[in-house]
Antibody, heavy 121, light 106 residues
Framework: EVQLVESGGGLVQPGGSLRLSCVAS????????MNWVRQAPGKGLEWLSF????????LYTHSLKGRFTISRDNAKNSLFLQMNSLTDEDTALYHC??????????????WGQGTLVTVSS | DIQMTQSPSSVSASVGDRVTITCRAG??????LNWYQQRPGKAPKLLIY???RLQNGVPSRFSGSGSETDFTLTINNLQPEDLATYSC????????FGGGTKVEIK
C-alpha cells in the first residue's frame, strides 16, 4: 500500500525557516516524480514544486520567488521542502504527492494527509 | 501561469441528483486536465485524469469531458459520501489548480 507521511510543520515566526519531510513507503520511491502542494485556510489547492525521481530536475511555482527548495533522499525514501523567509501567507497545510506520468497525462495519484505550517508572531 | 477558473464555487443538490462542475483554462491545455475530490478533513483524491479517464477504484457515477479550454466533471446519482470540494488541475505547463467547487447535500 502506498503511504506518504509528512512531518516538520509547526508554528514559526515571520521571517523564519522550516524544513518539511515526507516519508514514502509501498512503492519504488526513486522511480517517481514527487510534488508539494499546499492549501491555505479557506483557500484552494496551490501547486508548489516537483522533483524528478533522480533529483536532477526541479520546478517551482513562480510565486515562491526562490524562497523554497525541494530535494529528496532516495536512499531514505524521503522528500523535503526547505522553506525560508516565511510570511503569514505561507500558513497552510502542506501535502506531498506522488506523480504518475503517461504519454498524454500527468497526475497526482497518491497524497499524504499533510503537515500544518502556521506563520505568526 | 495558466489560470484555471471553476464554476460554480458551491452547489447544493439532493441525493440522486446530477451535479455538473465546469473548469475553464486560460489557454489551450489539450486534455491535460485532472479532477480531484477532497472530503472534509481528508487528503485530495484523484478522480479523473486526462480529462475523461476514470482513476482505478472511482465509482462510475463520476465522469469527465472536454478538451482545449473547457472541461466538465459530472456526478450522476449524487450520494451522501460525495460531500466534498472538487478541484481541477492542469498539467499542460507549470501545474495549477482551479479554485474548487464545494458540493453540499440538501
Amino acid at each position: 500500500e502506498v503511504q506518504l507521511v509528512e512531518s516538520g510543520g509547526g508554528l514559526v515566526q515571520p521571517g523564519g525557516s522550516l524544513r518539511l519531510s515526507c516519508v514514502a513507503s509501498g512503492f519504488t520511491f526513486s522511480a517517481y516524480t514527487m510534488n508539494w502542494v499546499r492549501q491555505a485556510p479557506g483557500k484552494g489547492l496551490e501547486w508548489l514544486s516537483f522533483i524528478t525521481g533522480d533529483g536532477e530536475s526541479v520546478l517551482y511555482t513562480h510565486s515562491l520567488k526562490g524562497r523554497f527548495t525541494i530535494s529528496r533522499d532516495n536512499a531514505k525514501n524521503s522528500l523535503f521542502l526547505q522553506m525560508n523567509s516565511l510570511t503569514d501567507e505561507d500558513t497552510a497545510l502542506y501535502h506531498c504527492a506522488r506523480e504518475v506520468d503517461g504519454s498524454d497525462s500527468s497526475r497526482l495519484d497518491h497524497w499524504g494527509q499533510g503537515t500544518l505550517v502556521t506563520v505568526s508572531s | 501561469d495558466i489560470q484555471m477558473t471553476q464554476s460554480p464555487s458551491s452547489v447544493s443538490a439532493s441525493v440522486g441528483d446530477r451535479v455538473t462542475i465546469t473548469c475553464r483554462a486560460g489557454q489551450n491545455i489539450n486534455k491535460y486536465l485532472n479532477w480531484y475530490q477532497q472530503r472534509p478533513g481528508k487528503a485530495p483524491k484523484l478522480l479523473i485524469y486526462a480529462a475523461s479517464r476514470l482513476q482505478n477504484g472511482v465509482p462510475s457515477r463520476f465522469s469527465g469531458s472536454g478538451s482545449e479550454t473547457d472541461f466538465t466533471l459530472t456526478i450522476n446519482n449524487l450520494q451522501p459520501e460525495d460531500l466534498a470540494t472538487y478541484s481541477c488541475q492542469q498539467t499542460y505547463s507549470n501545474p495549477s489548480f482551479g479554485g474548487g467547487t464545494k458540493v453540499e447535500i440538501k
